[in-house]
């Protein structure tokens, strides 16, 4: 078994500990494991993404090639449509509604949502009020990982908590348990909206 | 002792040099290799047996420091990112000459598609002209092997290693499965000491036995089994794979390749199994990451009797990195059903973070010298670079690390005036203090602006070489103190900004302005350190100690 993620958004949102997490669970999982990160210029405010890529075989290549991503897991909305060539044609997008807007030009919000809307399996939410509702506000990106976890069939949810548990442990205990509840509010959405 | 571990290529590279017994790690910051040093500093063995690993102030000084802990016999290791190659190329090319003594690996980590560089330069060029060994591993478990053994290579043959990387290995993680550690060298210095003096006479007698020894180095590409021969039943086509090329191939041949195939992590090329495959095969698909040095040296300036494919003749694109894509268009092979891009995305651009300084700096300096036709401003390597862009447009010129300082005082030579340099504090200390001396020198009517933010901020706030210094380097290096200015690039302070700007434009001679304010990136990360430390008073990060 294989899935292969594109994780995006904008530079400083914090896409890469979602990819820690995923990453701690893997390789507790003892599955193969890729992640092709953006480091460097494009870190500061421009659009990042990371090739993620999980399986049970050996891998090869780092990056994912167009056409074979199972899901592309978002940010941000409009940072979730570039990646759309390489979206398999039943794959899924999972992806925050909110707008990181530090562009002139940025695109009416209505018409990145008519576009999301086209794809066939989408997840839309807004990350930020659901981590607020369960007292997380810091752990929207937990929220969006949450969401993944729904649709992601090569890690039980339950690992995902570990590897959040092992992530976050040395920060403490409170900060363990906010991530975690923002984890479990991101998975009910995604099982809603599945 | 054997363990799993999550690594970036960069990671992995870092980690086996630690076990094979390094003792020091020499670099200057670069991106895509910053991490290597960045994984020795925090790595707890490495400061239980006091690994040095201080970054140095540019890669020249980095690659001397090195040979020179290996005339003292111990492991070294210098890395950089492809155009620091260039910096220490002197250094380098005659290392070879030298030899080494205590193992010496050279790490450079090359960026096509130029993700955060400004060409894209193929180092394997470099170890070929030094008549040097380059091992370019394919996965992180690769650079975690290969650079152990490049270290046993570097000692057995007394000749340094390039160890060449790119960009999509040194930044993506995989899972590292680790081996033994082993104990640091001894101090001990070379046999031959002749050798280390590189007078014309020792440098001739070592330039034939460097020629020679590149044949045992050729034999050795044959038989170390980095190069392997992997043969296929279809000979319509033979394929040489090098580096991570051949990471591609296979995810497009998931149940094996067809064709025979050539895998090269090693160089001097393997001639033997090149020629096999030449024997072998109606015509040959080279594919590697970077410049097309392999295609090259196959197809020369005469026709083959078996046809070469690669990136010269359009099978591969002639630029940028490789993709799972391309590689699998080369093979012939359809492309995978895929949807059609968005219409409403619209790029989005890095740009300075809100709240930095240099926005600042260039706001005052636009001020002042836009309304003045004949400026020029000659900007460098950094995120203030990103003043090019919009809404600043605040320079005419990046060209490499310590550029500005030099051609300001060459259009300044030539009449131009104001002619503004704009450098950061540590572009300025890797590569700009020598060109202020021949500012200096020559009275050159320049006005040098370092942007001083107390940190090497484009790869991630590293320590910068000259903090708490860099008015006493200017004043030692000749700058009048009255013309040496420090303002703090703030809005507030606007108009002292363009006051102290526009008087030393106007002084005819070499001034010095400092703007100084701490980036934001940086100061946030020590106020968190900060209120972490006044909190838990117990609790010390281990990055502290």
């Known amino acids: ?179 975690i509840a923002a984890f479990r509010a991101g998975y009910e959405h995604g099982c809603n909206q599945r | 002792m054997n363990k799993k571990t999550l690594l970036l290529g960069d990671e992995a590279l870092a980690l086996g040099a630690i076990h094979a017994g390094l003792t020091g790690v020499y670099a200057y910051p670069g991106t895509p290799s910053t991490e290597i040093t960045e994984f020795i500093q925090q790595h707890p063995l490495a400061r239980e047996r006091d690994i040095h690993s201080t970054w140095s102030a540019n890669e020249k000084t980095a690659m001397e420091a090195a040979i020179g802990a290996s005339y003292a016999g111990k492991r070294a290791l210098v890395c950089m990112k492809h155009v620091g190659m260039n910096v220490c190329a002197d250094a380098f090319v005659n290392s070879a000459m030298t030899g080494a003594n205590g193992g010496l690996v050279v790490t450079a980590c090359d960026d096509p598609s130029m993700h955060s560089s400004q060409n894209e330069q193929d180092s394997r060029f470099y170890a070929e002209f030094a008549m040097m060994p380059c091992f370019e591993p394919s996965s992180q478990q690769e650079a975690y092997r290969m650079i152990g053994q490049a270290y046993d290579f570097s000692e057995k043959y007394h000749i340094p290693v390039l160890m060449r990387m790119t960009t999509r290995m040194a930044h993506s993680r995989a899972v590292v499965e680790t081996g033994d550690v082993r104990d640091e060298n001894q101090l001990h210095f070379p046999e031959n000491p002749r050798q280390w ?56 041949c998931p149940y094996g390749c067809p064709f025979p195939v050539l895998k090269i992590s090693q160089y001097p090329l393997p001639k033997a199994m090149i020629r096999r495959m030449a024997a072998e095969c109606k015509s040959i698909l080279v594919m590697e990451e970077g410049q097309p040095l392999v295609e090259m040296r196959l197809k020369g300036v005469l026709d083959t009797p078996v046809e070469i494919k690669g990136r010269l003749d359009g099978s591969l694109p002639r630029t940028g990195e490789l993709t799972p894509d391309c590689v699998r268009a080369a093979l012939g092979m359809a492309p995978l059903p895929q949807g059609e891009a968005s219409q409403v995305t619209v790029p989005r651009p890095p740009a300075l973070c809100q709240g930095c300084g240099h926005r600042d700096f260039y706001t005052a300096l636009n001020n002042v010298v836009k309304p003045i036709e004949s400026t020029r401003v000659f900007s460098d390597i950094g995120c203030y670079t990103l ?37 950061g504090d540590s572009t300025f200390t890797h590569s700009g203090m020598t060109g202020l001396l021949d500012a200096v020198n020559s009275k050159a009517n320049v006005t040098i602006c370092i942007s001083d933010n107390l940190t090497t901020g484009m790869t991630g706030g590293q320590d910068s070489a000259c903090t708490g210094k860099l008015e006493n380097i200017c004043m030692g290096l000749g700058v009048e103190p009255e013309h040496v200015r420090v303002i703090i690039p703030l809005p507030k302070n606007y108009e002292e900004m363009e006051r102290v700007i526009r008087e030393e434009i106007n002084y005819k001679g070499v001034s010095v302005i400092i703007a100084r304010r701490e980036c934001i990136q940086t100061a946030k990360r020590h106020a968190a350190q900060m209120k972490k430390d006044s909190t838990i008073p117990n609790l010390k990060s281990p990055q502290r100690q």
């Open chain 2, 387 to 423: 003043g090019w862009l919009a809404p600043y447009h605040a320079f005419h010129t990046c060209v490499e690390m310590g550029a500005s300082v030099t051609m300001a005082v060459g259009a300044a030579n030539s009449g131009v005036h104001p002619s503004v340099a704009v450098i």
């Open chain 1, 1 to 179: 078994m294989k899935q292969d993620i594109i994780l995006c958004g904008v530079g400083g949102q914090g896409i890469l500990s979602i990819a820690t997490v995923i990453g701690w669970a893997a390789l507790d999982q003892n599955l193969y494991l890729k992640q092709a990160e953006v480091h460097g210029m494009s870190q500061r405010g421009g659009d990042v993404q990371s090739n993620l890529r999980i399986s049970s075989e050996p891998i090869h290549s780092d990056l994912i090639p167009l056409g074979g991503c199972d899901m592309i897991v978002s940010l941000e909305p409009m940072e979730a449509l570039r990646y759309l060539p390489y979206l398999k044609q039943d794959g899924w997008i999972i992806t925050s509604t909110t707008p990181f807007v530090n562009i002139p030009n940025y695109p009416e919000i209505e018409k990145i949502n008519a576009e999301l809307d086209k794809v066939k399996n989408v997840i839309k939410l807004d990350v930020e009020a659901i981590a607020k509702e369960v007292q997380s506000p810091r752990s929207a990106n937990m929220v969006l990982l949450g969401a993944t976890a729904s649709v992601l069939n090569i890690l039980e949810p339950d690992k995902l908590v570990e590897g959040i548990t092992n992530v976050f442990g040395r920060k403490g205990q409170a900060i363990v348990d906010t991530n």
């Open chain 2, 197 to 252: 003096v590189l007078l014309p006479a020792n440098a001739k007698v070592r330039n034939v036995q460097l020629i020679k020894d590149y044949a045992e180095f050729e034999a050795q590409s044959e038989t170390m089994g980095n190069n392997k021969y992997i043969d296929g039943a279809d000979k319509s086509m033979g394929i040489i794979a090098c580096g991570i090329a051949y990471n591609y191939l296979m995810e497009n």
